[in-house]
């Protein structure tokens, strides 16, 4: 079914109601502008995003909508659309002392998107994820959509993790959201907890089970080395990444959107070999811009996209290299658009000078 687009939607949208849509997200008009110039200005405008048109509109204007186009108004991010505009409320409203004592820079949908089409979907009818430091929920969310667009996956239970008070409410009511959209397929618990704290359960708490598939946009931050719960890992982010390959099944794989600071240096030595004797790489997606995969956070970080497999160091196999232009980084794709190559790992000594 071909997709709506932005133009699509506020074409059919009548000129007082563009204006007050203009309005409500700040965009500033020509006080005699006229409706083709308007639909231009917003169709044009970043801010506005087609998840935030589609969730503002009622369901008369959804009917409205379809009636015109003579189709159902499905997009493609419909599932995504409430956590996105979650945490498009929580990027205008929160500090941004707030934002950095919890690490708290949201993905995009096309970002989690595409970080979900880079999973290989294990050939099991009933599937765990897990997605640690879930902000809104949107990676989690994402990889379910997936799953359950594939006929051979029957279920899918879906954990999300998240510490902080106000992304917590916004994850739980993305959740309800998207098990009434995704139907009686989708089980999704969301929890407050800490992650760090995951890696040894408390007494009394019922331990959490493990996981086939993990995906993850950790929060990043130095670590006190006093830090217990830290393990000795230099950044919140790689101790995320070790308590989620603690939580996968054999075989399971883990895609996390990280700095790239841990493939090299001193400091992430002792993290780098720990973390290597279980988890197999298998994949890389580098972003060639140093701020794009955050283009509305600005957060400026050498991102990279990275797919493990728990395995042993032993099990070798290929690293493939894939990379988005300047472009493309907001909305990158996995093969057509990116270049892709293949690399021999594990044994093969370039793959370990990098990693290990
Ligand atoms: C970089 S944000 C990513 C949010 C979401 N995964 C996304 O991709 O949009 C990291 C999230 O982890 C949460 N967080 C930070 N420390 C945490 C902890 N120790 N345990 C659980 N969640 C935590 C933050 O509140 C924030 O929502």
């Not at 997709?3 to 699509?8: N, P």
């Not at 044009?44 to 186009?69: M, N």
């Not at 919890?102 to 009933?126: K, N, R, V």
Request: proline share 6%; charged share 25%.
């Amino acid at each position: 079914m071909p997709r709506v687009t932005k133009r699509d939607a506020l074409k059919s949208l009548p000129r007082q109601r563009l204006v007050r849509l203009a309005h409500q997200f700040s965009i500033r008009l020509e006080p005699r502008a006229r409706k083709h110039e308007i639909v231009d200005e917003l169709a044009g405008s970043r801010v506005l995003s087609i998840p935030r048109i589609l969730a503002s509109l009622d369901h008369d204007e959804r009917k409205k909508i379809e009636v015109r186009l003579g189709r159902p108004l499905v997009h493609a991010s419909d599932v995504l659309t409430h956590a996105d505009v979650h945490a498009a409320e929580l990027r205008e409203t929160q500090t941004d002392a707030h934002k950095k004592k919890w690490g708290q820079y949201f993905t995009s949908a096309a970002i989690a998107t595409f970080m979900a089409s880079l999973l290989d979907i294990p050939e099991t009818s009933h599937l765990r994820v897990l997605d640690p430091g879930a902000g809104t929920g949107i990676l989690g969310l994402s990889l379910a959509r997936r799953l359950l667009g594939r006929g051979q996956v029957k279920a899918v239970e879906l954990f999300a993790i998240e510490q902080e008070g106000a992304a917590f409410e916004r994850l739980a009511a993305s959740f309800d959201v998207a098990m009434r959209d995704l139907g009686p397929r989708l089980r999704a618990h969301a929890i407050q907890a800490d992650v760090l704290g995951l890696a040894t359960p408390q007494l009394g708490t019922e331990p959490l089970p493990s996981f086939d598939l993990i995906i993850s946009n950790p929060p990043y931050f130095k670590l006190p080395p006093a830090e217990d719960r830290g393990g000795d890992a230099p950044n919140i982010y790689a101790r995320f990444m070790e308590v989620a390959s603690s939580l996968l099944e054999p075989g399971g794989r883990m895609c996390f959107i990280i700095p790239r600071s841990y493939a090299s240096g001193y400091y992430f030595k002792r993290f780098r070999r720990r973390f290597h004797r279980r988890m197999q790489l298998e994949r890389v997606h580098l972003f060639e811009s140093r701020s794009r995969a955050f283009v509305v956070d600005k957060v400026l970080q050498e991102n990279i996209i990275v797919v493990y497999r728990k395995a042993g160091p032993e099990s070798g196999g290929l690293v493939r290299i894939s990379t988005s232009t300047t472009r493309e980084a907001s909305s990158p794709r996995a093969s057509n658009s990116s270049q892709s190559r293949a690399k021999p790992c594990s044994r093969s000594p370039p793959a370990r000078r990098t990693y290990a």
